[in-house]
């Protein structure tokens, strides 16, 4: 069967395709992303042996928390001798832009089991929303659009641990002119500049940069917590302005 033709009547596009098809396409699309993936991985093997935890309990998290901003920000204040509740508080909050994630993808997966949204929900990362969520807007009416998202997911899983894994055995080996953190701010900058399309986006963006930078000083590095609340209250007290001006 072809993967595109028209409906006579609506004039919308209905693309069809199998399972195969959807999963190799989610990883051909997710590949290119692994250039700024592998030098974070490999910053986070090295800050985690250097943030006092073991190799083993390096890699474990990364294959049980499975998200980089937050594995980067709990070694970080683990290292600096943060309190465990605020530990887990500062990665709760940056983990929160997960759930705005499944509430984007909830409407192209809602007819699956629940075996397969748990699957899909934990290969759910920045990177992988960023290919599927454009992949599910094109084609809508795929009835194996959930197989792109498990090949994006996976690929990713596979980068990250393999990654992380190298950069714990070879912490000390890799020379610090590589300077493979500047790795980190670049891959979120990739993935955030395309999505910002609203006031209220770059309003958060930009508040959120602002109190970065200001609460550098801030113990714990809190300033990123501060920073990400900060950050999604401005975008959306900006939001509900603009919504409430609609509604009068």
Known sequence: MPLGKHSPNSGSKIIT????????????????????????????????????????????????LFGGASQVVFAQLWA???????VGASVSVINLRHVLYSASVAPYLRQLPLRWRIALAYLLTDEAYAVSIK????????????FHLLGAGM????FWQISTIIGVFASATIPEE????FAIPLTFIAIVTPTIRTRPDLLACVTSAGLALAGQGLPWNSGILVAAIGGVLAGWLLHSFKRLKVMR
């Open 178 to 181: 590589l300077s493979l953190g």
């Open 135 to 146: 992949h599910f807007l094109e084609r809508p009416t795929n009835p194996f659009r959930h």
């Open 80 to 86: 600096n001798g943060a309190p465990p509740l605020f």
């Open 155 to 158: 690929t990713l899983w596979v």
């Open 17 to 64: 395709g199998s399972a195969r098809s959807e999963f190799w396409a989610g990883v051909r699309d997710e590949l290119p992303l692994q250039l700024g993936v592998v030098p974070f991985g490999l910053i986070f093997g090295m800050l985690g042996i250097t943030s006092g935890l073991t190799p083993l309990q390096t890699i474990l998290m990364s294959s049980i």
